[in-house]
């Protein structure tokens, strides 16, 4: 049964990620599929509370599919943390007769929208967009797919450097509190060892494992580095360490940083938003909301947006066994 509904309002919040504007384009084409007006709100939370907000319709999302980034701007919104900032964003909800509101970002920016449903009972919906894939309740985010690929281009580059003057590299990639793009993209990029925070395995199996690198006949080695490891050094003291251990290693550092985010989006997240659009216009016309829109085993799925924020999305341990097996 469809509900009543009108006017739907779109935004991105939260750290960008390839894909977003793949899923603002398909959260409007949906829209107006429907007979709904669409309006998005530039600067996200942000946004809302200033007014920032344009009307929108099919061909205002022309050839944004395969942009990085996102068209509508995303912003870490203080004011929409206390009760005013909120008000004055209800406030415009009202002023634009909007019926429900699709938060695309990470699990701040789902809190964000919890709370707004909570207080003004304003039908939100999530759509998970982050390169780090640490949300519970889809399998994919938006832009980790593309954020692999983008990391392992850069590390098999790393690796001709590496390779052509024997060194050691420690790269740094994305992943505060997850270890998915660190973990995956080691395997891809064939790396010696990967340093997750889900993980912590110590320093000493880090300078066994190269002792035992160097001993079997390697020349170069590759180390990959979730930002938010567990060893309780960063990249630059890891790097150091090992040369004070092992000082028959020459090593480098190279911490990929921001880049991971941007880009045009691979395929798959391109098809991923798409499906997640769709999925998110149709669950609010079905009368869902306070749930995120994910995937699971190649099915759409609707998760409480209170569990896609408290459960905690797994890492796949056998791939560390996966990398002992096959860095011999
Ligand atoms: O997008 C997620 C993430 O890339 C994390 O891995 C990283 O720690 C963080 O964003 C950094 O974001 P910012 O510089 O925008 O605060």
Redesign the pocket.
Known sequence: MNIEMKRIAVLTS????PGMNAAVRAVVRTSVFYGLQCYVVYQGYQGLIDGKIKQANARSVNNIINKGGTILKSA?SLEFRTPKGRQKAFDNIKKFEIDALVVIG?DGSFTGALIFQNEFNIPVIGIPG???N?IYGTQHTL?YDT?LNTVVEVIDKIRDTASSHNRLFFVEV?????GH?ALNTGIGAGAEEILIPEENRGLDQLLESLKHSEKSGKSSSIVVVA??DKTGKNVFELATYVEQNLPYYEVRVSVLG?M??GGSPSCFDRVLASRMGVHAIESLREGKSKVMVGVMNDKMELTPLEEAIKGKSEINKDLLRVTDILSI
Do not use: F, L, S, V
Not at 174 to 178: E, L
């Open positions: 939260g750290g960008d990620a870490r990470g982050t390169i780090d640490d832009g954020a994305m992943g505060r509190d997850a793009i930002e938010g921001h991971q985010r």
